[in-house]
């Protein structure tokens, strides 16, 4: 019986290719600094007089022979914390203090009255800000850089350059707090040589920089796949890669000959690998196999074929769960007399991986068919966890699988069907849409954080969404939420609190700092994207809104709760002077959840006992995780034209 299915398994392969989704291109015209927008300050204050003494000395004889300085001007609220860094290749001094003295001159003109801002030339990097960022790691604002033109041989590329870089921050990473972290290196790639060069600021312990520069090396992928040159700049660490030699070195840095295991120089690819042993299993097995298929051909109705097709299907799909799974199996006729063979009237709308439908199965019950795509191969992955994971799930605040389906080409999930549409409709919707009123919000807020606490710690296996989002917060007829779209969960077990993904899933503005840096997600990513939902709820405005013009949804309801001003965050279309009380701990409980440090972010049991308990007093949070909203803006900012050309005037060659 083996055997046969192996033979089965030639014919109906499904190979899986996940495409990474292409380069996005940051650029700019030049290397320029980039202003806080968090706040200014007054002319003539003590933090202006800190901040020329600060500027004055980063060009004094106090610092004339160092490649590094850190410093603090001033006490209380009015303190400057700044340093600069000559890149670990520069050997001149005269070199390194005039690139200083250039930035310092420009960061002065480019951010008049900036309380942070940071600049980074080709040879150096100047920062300053009102905050203590000494020995934590930065990652914004950053930029990422290309030199548009693909490498020749595209073939295993980036991972030799992801394996030297690696390397090369390994070492870097190696030396003691205040001590220089840079490392050159030059790999022997297809008669070229690849340079590149990692550094980040001393004042870094050696597991933060490594950190840090993990989040830039990963950051190539999204940049500079394929291409000739790229550079990512954080402020707390940085990388650069080029085929020519573009640092300084007194002493010759020799190309190291890698001799790494075959599946780095021509990259593992599943499919290929599956393709040869298909090729293989041809070979071997086509004279057997031919006879063996007649005979089935024979001896089998079609029918049969197709119930074993289904069962290795099962079995592909679900090894040895799939006894349990079952019951749950809807055939392909069932969903297409249910749905009227996915007609465009029963369409609700195309979510992540492909269209929902809604059907009425013979019975009389409403359900919601969520059809793959079928050509992608993408979400395959998904299919198999959200079946997976939400078979056995069991909460109000979940939406439930009540079965799928997976025939011919076809992978189905079937859901209760929720009739009051997702909450975004009502937050952000149009005109006609239903205001919310304290009460819904209230109610929402709740069921959400009771959903997600029970995916955290009630369920069969630990669940991390990953991908909250208001879009997936589903309402039933008495405004219930119920939480959707397990595709991108990731199951986790008990003992691991942390997991850590390259590939990274998730709606920007959703995702906690570190989940969208480093790929490390856990309970507490899951905590951020909740507190953003909790303060969109209560505005009524979206994460990426600017209500001061200036300002992200966080800044902006952080800066007023700060000075009471509830109603000011409060959506202008509620008039709730009796729940105001109310109101605040919310808000306070959103702040509390959007904190940069993952730590410091309550537990959802935490969350749900601080809605629960009118007894516990809150702690009061810390300022919450953005820095200049850096990616953001350079991502979307159009003022100057992103111009690929423009760009390569970096790379001179
Ligand atoms: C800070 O000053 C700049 C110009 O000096 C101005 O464009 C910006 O709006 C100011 N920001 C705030 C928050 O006042
Ligand atoms: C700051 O001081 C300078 C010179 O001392 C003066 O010209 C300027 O008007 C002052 N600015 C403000 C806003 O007080
Ligand atoms: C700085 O050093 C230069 C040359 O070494 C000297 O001429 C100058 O007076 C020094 N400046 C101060 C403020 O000490
Ligand atoms: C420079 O940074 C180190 C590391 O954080 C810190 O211990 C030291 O106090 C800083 N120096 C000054 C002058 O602030
Ligand atoms: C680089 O390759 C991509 C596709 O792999 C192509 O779209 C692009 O035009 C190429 N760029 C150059 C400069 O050749
Ligand atoms: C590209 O590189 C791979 C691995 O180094 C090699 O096998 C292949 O022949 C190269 N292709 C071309 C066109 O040079
Ligand atoms: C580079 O390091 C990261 C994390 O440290 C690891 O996930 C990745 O597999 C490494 N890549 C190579 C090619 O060594
Ligand atoms: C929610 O659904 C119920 C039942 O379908 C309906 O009566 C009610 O009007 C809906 N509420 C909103 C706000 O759409
Ligand atoms: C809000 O409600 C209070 C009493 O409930 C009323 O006096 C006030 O005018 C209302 N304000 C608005 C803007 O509707
Ligand atoms: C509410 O919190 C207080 C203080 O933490 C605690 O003493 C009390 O038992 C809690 N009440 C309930 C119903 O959990």
Redesign the pocket.
Known sequence: MTFNIIILSLFFFIGFLLNSSSAQVIGRNELYPQCS????FTANSTFDSNLKTFFSSLTSNKTANLKFYNTTVGRGGETVYGLFMCRGDVGNQDVCRQCVADSTLEVGSVC???KEAVTWRDLCLVRYSDRNFFSTVNTRPRLRMLNPNNVSNQSGFMNVLTFIMNQSADEASKSAVMKKKFKMNAVAVEFQTLYVLVQCTPDLSSADCRRCLSGVIGDFRWCCDGKIGGRVVYPSCLARYELYRFFNSSTPVPPVTLSPPPALLSPPNPVKRKRRLRTILIAVASPVGAMILLCFAYYLSKNQIKKIRMAFLMRKYFGSESNTLEPLQFSLATIEAATNKFSKQTSLGRGGFGEVYKGILSNGQEIAVKRLSKSSGQGAEEFKNEVLLIATLQHRNLVALLGFCIEEQEKILIYEYVPNRSLDYFLFGSQESKVLNWEERHKIIGGVARGILYLHDYSRVKIIHRDLKPSNILLDDEMNPKISDFGMARMVGFNDIEGSTNKIVGTYGYMSPEYAMFGQYSEKSDAFSFGVIVLEVISGKKITSSPDQ??GLLNYAWNQWKEEKILEILDSNLNESESLNEVNKCIQIGLLCVQENPEARPSMATVVSYLSNDSIQLPFPQEPAFFLEGQMELNTDSKESINEMSISEFYPR
């Open positions: 927008t968090r706040g200014n008049p009255f900036s200036s300002h």
